[in-house]
């Protein structure tokens, strides 16, 4: 057996390598391809809320840390430092868009979201919303693509704020943000007002 030596995967381990990593703004985890260490006990649950071992992540800074070395690779998601990549379950969108805010109006109009993790995105061509339905209840899931394959669920209050300003187009009920129409439902389905 060579010298090298194997840990096993823990949130401290992956917080202290990335910190080594050391770059300003978000790292090129994308370029990285370090070896598969295994799975970590670390759940993303459905309303953002980031866990450890089955207890909640109370430090911000640390989630925050955590969401900048995020990658989704296939179904998959990883934690992924220059020296290794840790699996994670989520349980839905890694990120909840928490609010944002509206400048211009109709085509023209541009629809920047924060998230809980405090990224800021603007919705556009790069950065499309999206509503999934559920096939049984009919309720919608709205998302914004945040980055690499990573999106924020649309918060409920923010989704109602955005049904508020949405407009028709092109038989769709939606929002314009960044040049691009995004639909949310067809406009036929609209219940009578």
């Given at each position: 057996?060579?010298?090298?030596?194997?840990?096993?995967?823990?949130?401290?381990?992956?917080?202290a390598?990335?910190?080594?990593?050391?770059?300003?703004?978000?790292?090129?985890?994308?370029?990285?391809?370090?070896?598969?260490?295994?799975?970590l006990?670390?759940r993303?649950?459905?309303?953002?809320?980031?866990?450890?071992?089955?207890?909640?992540?109370?430090?911000?800074?640390?989630?925050?840390?955590?969401?900048?070395?995020?990658?989704?690779?296939?179904?998959?998601?990883?934690?992924?430092?220059?020296?290794?990549?840790?699996?994670?379950?989520?349980?839905?969108?890694?990120?909840?868009?928490?609010?944002?805010?509206?400048?211009?109006?109709?085509?023209?109009?541009?629809?920047?979201?924060?998230?809980?993790?405090?990224?800021?995105?603007?919705?556009?061509?790069?950065?499309p919303?999206?509503?999934?339905?559920?096939?049984?209840?009919?309720?919608?899931?709205?998302?914004?693509?945040?980055?690499?394959?990573?999106?924020a669920?649309?918060?409920?209050?923010?989704?109602?704020?955005?049904?508020?300003?949405?407009?028709?187009?092109?038989g769709?009920?939606?929002?314009?943000?960044?040049?691009?129409?995004?639909?949310i439902?067809?406009?036929?389905?609209?219940?009578?007002?």
């Amino acid at each position: 057996m060579s010298g090298e030596k194997i840990t096993t995967p823990s949130a401290e381990n992956i917080a202290a390598s990335a910190k080594a990593a050391g770059a300003k703004g978000l790292p090129p985890v994308h370029l990285w391809d370090p070896p598969f260490c295994g799975d970590l006990d670390m759940r993303i649950m459905r309303d953002g809320t980031w866990f450890y071992q089955g207890t909640p992540i109370g430090r911000p800074g640390l989630v925050r840390l955590f969401s900048t070395i995020l990658r989704k690779d296939g179904a998959k998601y990883f934690l992924v430092t220059p020296v290794e990549k840790v699996g994670i379950t989520v349980e839905d969108a890694p990120f909840v868009a928490i609010d944002f805010e509206t400048a211009g109006s109709g085509a023209a109009q541009s629809l920047a979201f924060e998230t809980n993790v405090g990224d800021t995105v603007r919705a556009g061509p790069d950065n499309p919303i999206r509503v999934v339905r559920d096939a049984e209840t009919g309720e919608p899931s709205p998302y914004v693509m945040v980055r690499n394959d990573l999106e924020a669920l649309i918060d409920r209050k923010s989704f109602y704020r955005l049904v508020e300003i949405g407009t028709h187009h092109d038989g769709w009920f939606g929002l314009w943000s960044g040049g691009s129409f995004f639909g949310i439902i067809p406009s036929d389905e609209l219940p009578e007002a």
